[in-house]
């Protein structure tokens, strides 16, 4: 079992659509959740951090935390065409000082 | 505030021979994080650092190996370079607190022939 899932799509919406993105985890005792992005050639970019279970919104982004499920998910709302990219889930591990990645979902928003 | 640099951008190696990359964290970042990415494996978490000292490591072989300067500056060496070592090689600082994110520099890009 991988440490941390995600399906890596790819994920296609067409523009002005909800995407959502699903990523689930191993390590039951993870208590910090992150969602990168990644364009083509480019490096990772943080976009959302969530610690506690429940939502978190920041603009168009939500993200969604289960930890009894081991469970991160996020929603972007009025999907680009800009949003168009690779989205990375990652989880600190237990103890700390490593963060895992997920393959990454890939995301395409057609105009 | 500057991001973090990573020297250089690209490399083109041969087999056998041995490669060192640079990484200048965020001012202020003491953790430093080395990934390697390649579309088959993702990324893959190679070492951590902080205060010089090696906190965490993946499981890479011992030809790849690392080290952290007093000024949070690191390097990564990787020894008798293999075709599978081409990759993009991505390092990432960190604030102290033990749930900070990472912060990317642009990567390394290296080739080996």
């Known amino acids: 079992q991988k440490e941390v899932e995600q399906n890596s799509g790819p994920l296609s919406v067409p523009e002005g659509a909800i995407a959502s993105l699903n990523c689930t985890y191993s390590?039951?005792?993870?208590?910090?959740f992150f969602w990168y992005r990644q364009y083509s050639g480019k490096s990772p970019e943080l976009i959302m951090f969530?610690?506690?279970?429940g939502d978190k919104e920041d603009g168009r982004f939500t993200a969604q935390l289960n930890k009894a499920s081991q469970y991160v998910s996020l929603l972007i709302r009025d999907s680009q065409p800009s949003d168009s990219a690779t989205y990375l889930c990652?989880?600190?591990?237990?103890?700390?000082?490593?963060?895992?990645f997920g393959a990454g979902t890939r995301l395409f928003v057609k105009a | 505030k500057a991001g973090v640099t990573q020297t250089p951008r690209y490399l083109i190696k041969t087999r056998g021979q041995q490669v060192t990359l640079s990484c200048s964290p965020i001012?202020?970042?003491?953790?430093v994080s080395w990934y390697q990415q390649t579309p088959g494996q993702g990324l893959q978490f190679l070492f951590e650092?902080?205060?010089?000292?090696?906190?965490n490591k993946g499981n890479f072989p011992g030809r790849f190996s690392g080290r952290q300067f007093s000024n949070s500056r690191s390097e990564m060496n990787v020894s008798t370079l293999e075709l599978g070592d081409s990759a993009l090689y991505l390092c990432?600082?960190?604030?102290?607190?033990?749930?900070?994110?990472?912060?990317f520099g642009n990567g390394t890009r290296l080739t080996v022939t």
């Open positions: 990432a600082s960190s604030s102290d607190r033990s749930n900070s994110p990472l912060h």
């Open positions: 390590d039951r005792g993870s208590q910090s």
């Open positions: 969530i610690y506690s279970n």
């Open positions: 990652a989880v600190i591990s237990t103890g700390g000082f490593k963060t895992i």
């Open positions: 001012s202020g970042h003491r953790s």
């Open positions: 650092y902080f205060s010089e000292t090696q906190r």
